[in-house]
């Protein structure tokens, strides 16, 4: 596992980063031995608010979590719980999709199966299609219409590198830019 700590004022003691580390390693046993996973951690101190952020990297799945309280250990194991719960959850959708998809096949060789009303409820519904014409424009202009429209994030074509991107407001009130990677 690829480990990397950073700490923004804060000293990122042996002992902190060890404790960091082992629970974050508590998360391999989702994972296929053979899988590469990378984990970024920020600590972060601000008046008494102890702040953690972690992103993990794991075949082609990124989770990402954060929490904040009055201790940094207590903050740390927060963060594993809800990093925990996504995988868990990840890893339900994937069989119940398997399982579904194995469902309907025998179904196709005429035998009636039925299927869970659980598994019904655990997957993703899309509930609402909508369609909208992407116009070029900056960064800034985007934003600016995101806050016009008041959303959460903007889908546009960005003008400089002429390539789908969006723009969000992060839950600190800055902006934060998705752009795509080949």
């Given amino acids: ?23 974050i390693g508590k998360l391999k046993k989702y994972f296929d031995e053979d899988v590469v996973i ?17 992103t993990i990297f794991a075949d082609g799945l990124i989770l990402r979590g954060e929490e904040e309280t009055g201790d940094m250990y207590a903050s740390i194991d927060g963060v594993i719980e809800k990093l925990e719960r996504q995988v868990r959850k990840y890893k339900t959708r994937i069989s119940n999709k398997l399982r579904r998809e194995k469902l309907d096949f025998k179904e196709q060789l005429g035998k009636n199966v039925m299927q869970d009303e659980e598994d019904e409820d655990l997957a993703a519904k899309i509930v609402k299609t909508k369609s909208f ?14 806050d016009l429209l ?17 723009v969000y407001k992060r839950n600190d009130g800055n902006y934060g830019l998705i752009e795509p990677t080949i």
């Fill in 1 to 23: 596992m690829k480990f990397m700590v950073r700490g923004k004022n804060i000293e990122i003691t042996d002992a902190l980063r060890n404790y960091a580390r082992e629970k």
């Fill in 38 to 54: 990378e984990c970024q951690v920020s600590l972060e101190v601000d008046k008494e608010r102890h702040i953690v952020e972690a």
């Fill in 133 to 146: 014409a992407i116009k070029p424009m900056p960064v800034e202009e985007a934003v600016m219409q995101m």
């Fill in 150 to 166: 008041d959303h959460d994030f903007f889908v546009f074509s960005n003008a400089n590198t002429e390539e789908v991107n969006v």
